[in-house]
């Protein structure tokens, strides 16, 4: 199976930067898709980012141009950098990829996620 283990969370203040790394592990094949998700205590776990192969990167109205999602294949990570945060950005963060194993199997994993507070 796959492993995720995202890291970069803290406590920042409004306007600060802050970059959440997911880093992989598994037999990996191929990516077919890698998002950024967060959920707010109270909350539906809502898309952050989201690549998908051959598709492109969409991010929701609420993060376009503030976040961006991107990959080093060599560390087999994705990272997500949130620029110019806002209180609103409080939630707990968590990646997400979809792909093949090398055994052809396809796959689906979500990282425990990491918890991101943006102060006012």
């Known amino acids: 199976q796959v492993q995720l283990v995202e890291s970069g969370g803290g406590l920042v203040q409004a306007g600060g930067s802050l970059r959440l790394s997911c880093a992989a592990s598994g037999s990996i094949f191929s990516i077919n898709a890698m998002g950024w998700y967060r959920q707010a205590p109270g909350k539906q776990r809502e898309l952050v980012a989201l690549?998908?192969?051959?598709?492109?990167?969409n991010y929701p109205d609420s993060v376009k141009g503030r976040f961006t999602i991107s990959r080093d294949n060599a560390k087999n990570t994705i990272y997500l950098q949130m620029n110019s945060l806002k209180p609103e950005d409080t939630a707990d963060y968590y990646c997400?990829?979809?792909?093949?194993?090398?055994?052809?199997?396809?796959?689906?994993?979500w990282g425990r996620g990491t918890q991101v507070t943006v102060s006012s």
């Open positions: 690549t998908t192969s051959g598709q492109g990167t």
């Open positions: 997400n990829l979809r792909g093949n194993l090398r055994t052809g199997v396809m796959f689906v994993s």
